[in-house]
């Protein structure tokens, strides 16, 4: 399972490396957005030496036809590197521009993004996405079982021999984690706010404080 962190902030990404078992970061111009006018490049590159060769990066386009996205990704992988992992949104334009970047260099790396439907994900599977990004809060809104589409993905892609991931993205609570994984996803993408929730689950606390107190009162000290 790659867990990875929706988030453009820098410390918080150094933060949880040290914390959970992160395997990626991915972003959005919703997402930059948060951290102000940054300079955009530069910015993305110290998180790519924040996270190492060992990591993915995912990086949003943000052209709506099919030439602008292509340029946007090819700009990315010129400046930032071509490890990194272009998104690429499951539109018409944006189908059109996986296939033929796809065709020009069957090794660039594309993550498609904004998928909804279980069609959605298997075309863009079909045409060589590295990951399959199932946008899973923004489904539950519109009445559309993101699970259901995850689970269906995830055998489409055993069924026919393909390589691509199932990523559960715009993830808003941890039951959305938990459920991701179940129905088959590869890769759950969440912002740093969500593990602070679980790190702050108040029965665990609770445990833990009785635990050292057992123990101070036996032997008055806090550690063994």
């Known amino acids: 399972m790659e867990y990875m962190l929706d988030t453009g902030c820098l ?9 959970v078992p992160i395997k990626g970061v991915t972003s959005t111009p919703s997402i930059i957005k948060r951290e102000g006018k940054i300079d955009f490049f530069s910015h993305m590159k110290r998180t790519l030496d924040v996270i190492g060769d060992d990591r993915t990066l995912h990086m949003q386009v943000v052209a709506k036809d099919t030439v602008g996205m292509m340029a946007d990704a090819k700009k990315i992988w010129r400046i930032i590197g071509e490890d990194a992992f272009v998104k690429i949104p499951a539109s018409k334009a944006g189908l059109s521009a996986l ?36 946008y899973t809060n923004r ?28 990523m559960a993205s715009s993830i808003k609570s941890t ?3 938990t459920d991701a994984i179940e129905a088959g996803a590869d890769a759950v993408t969440f912002s740093p706010t969500i593990l602070e929730e679980i790190f702050h689950f108040a029965a ?17 000290t806090k550690t063994i």
Not at 108 to 113: E, K, P
Not at 140 to 165: M, N, W
């Open 11 to 19: 410390e918080s990404i150094e933060k949880y490396l040290d914390i």
């Open 99 to 134: 296939t033929r970047l796809k065709k020009d260099n069957a090794e660039c790396r594309i993550t498609t993004s904004a998928v909804y439907t279980k069609l959605h994900a298997f075309m863009a599977l079909e045409a060589g996405a590295d990951y399959v990004a199932i």
């Open 204 to 220: 665990t606390k609770k445990a833990i404080d009785d635990f050292t107190d057992d123990w101070i009162s036996l032997y008055q």
């Open 175 to 177: 039951t959305q984690i």
């Open 139 to 166: 489904s539950e809104v519109l009445g559309i079982d993101p699970f259901e589409t995850i689970h269906s993905a995830k055998r489409y892609a055993t069924s026919q021999s393909l390589q691509g991931k199932i």
